[in-house]
């Protein structure tokens, strides 16, 4: 809960930070960008993977709002490609850029995940 109250944090002040310039898409996409974060970073969690949540709202918040939602919205999907969802191709380099670079699985995930790939 701690994380999440966090994230929450992390994505308010974004928003307020956004909100002096005036732009209400960014806003909008800074709040979207959070929320999509936190939910990232529970069921990343509950895989026993770790998110660097900096990491992934900086990639985040070059998003348009509505790809954050369709991401959002699509969190339980196991999709590889978020443009089968309806989202942008910029959605899918980020989601991939995040994958690469904002992840960091666990001892016993890791060993899962080489023991279902072990033939």
């Known amino acids: 809960m701690k994380k999440v109250l966090g994230i929450l944090a992390i994505s308010a002040a974004l928003v307020g930070f956004t909100a002096c310039g005036g732009d209400d898409s960014a806003n909008e996409t800074g709040t979207a960008a959070g929320i999509f974060a936190a939910q990232l970073e529970e069921k990343a969690a509950a895989q026993g993977v ?66 279902e790939t072990t033939p």
């Open 50 to 115: 770790t998110v660097d949540v900096d990491c992934a709202i900086k990639k985040l918040v070059t998003l348009s709002a509505e790809d954050l939602t369709i991401l959002s919205d699509n969190i339980e999907s196991d999709v590889e490609d978020v443009t089968e969802l309806g989202a942008s191709e910029k959605a899918q380099t980020v989601v991939d850029q995040i994958g690469e670079e904002c992840l960091a699985m666990d001892e016993a995930a890791s060993e899962d995940m080489t023991e």
